[in-house]
T-cell receptor, first 115, second 113 residues
Framework: GAVVSQHPSWVICKSGTSVKIECRSLDFQATTMFWYRQFPKQSLMLMATSNEGSKATYEQGVEKDKFLINHASLTLSTLTVTSAHPEDSSFYIC???????????FGPGTRLTVT | SQKIEQNSEALNIQEGKTATLTCNYTNYSPAYLQWYRQDPGRGPVFLLLIRENEKEKRKERLKVTFDTTLKQSLFHITASQPADSATYLCALVAAGGSYIPTFGRGTSLIVHP
């Protein structure tokens, strides 16, 4: 149990367009979902924390107007990268937890390339 | 400032040997520490958690130690196999606050047949 999916697994878009990434908990209801980005050989950087039905909490330095997060249900959170630029190219990973359990369940990640 | 340090150089070992990975931290009072495995192009997978009042935890071929005096955790894989080749991340959750972990950069382990 505790499977998290992400869609798409990879996406290539042109500069200036917007991209939506979905994160779903398949077999459990996620109290909280998290969005990370990861550059090659770097650690996971937390971007934001989202709870169902409320506004996401963004980490310092993350532009909330650029990275829109919608947590519509206990099993779905979306991250929209608006007006994407090449510097937004990265590996985006979501995770979810169950009732503030002591481990996070990660999705497989989405590779975004902005040309 | 708070830091989590993992060896950035890859660890190369021979199949069957014990792999030992290190996680050092500064300016943290962790409530617990986690280890994750990450394969290339994939999200991390949780392996083990050890609390501040625990010295050692085991799970099959895995062993984690936690020394809050040295501010260090060691992660051991015994009888290593080529399939153990991956990047291993440590993550800390600070005491008395958010339960959200902060991750180290990870250490790449390569097990040669």
């Amino acid at each position: 149990g505790a499977v998290v999916s992400q869609h798409p697994s990879w996406v290539i878009c042109k500069s200036g367009t917007s991209v939506k990434i979905e994160c779903r908990s398949l077999d459990f209801q996620a109290t909280t979902m998290f969005w990370y980005r990861q550059f090659p050989k770097q650690s996971l950087m937390l971007m934001a924390t989202s709870n169902e039905g409320s506004k996401a909490t963004y980490e310092q330095g993350v532009e909330k107007d650029k990275f829109l997060i919608n947590h519509a249900s206990l099993t779905l959170s979306t991250l929209t990268v608006t007006s994407a630029h090449p510097e937004d190219s990265s590996f985006y990973i979501c995770s979810a937890d169950r009732d503030r359990a002591y481990e996070q369940y990660f999705g497989p990640g989405t590779r975004l390339t902005v040309t | 400032s708070q830091k989590i340090e993992q060896n950035s150089e890859a660890l190369n070992i021979q199949e069957g040997k014990t792999a030992t990975l290190t996680c050092n931290y500064t300016n943290y009072s962790p409530a617990y520490l986690q280890w994750y495995r990450q394969d290339p192009g994939r999200g991390p997978v949780f392996l083990l958690l050890i609390r501040e009042n625990e010295k050692e935890k085991r799970k099959e071929r895995l062993k984690v130690t936690f020394d809050t005096t040295l501010k260090q955790s060691l992660f051991h894989i015994t009888a290593s196999q080529p399939a153990d080749s991956a990047t291993y991340l440590c993550a800390l959750v600070a005491a008395g606050g958010s339960y959200i972990p902060t991750f180290g950069r990870g250490t790449s382990l390569i097990v040669h047949p």
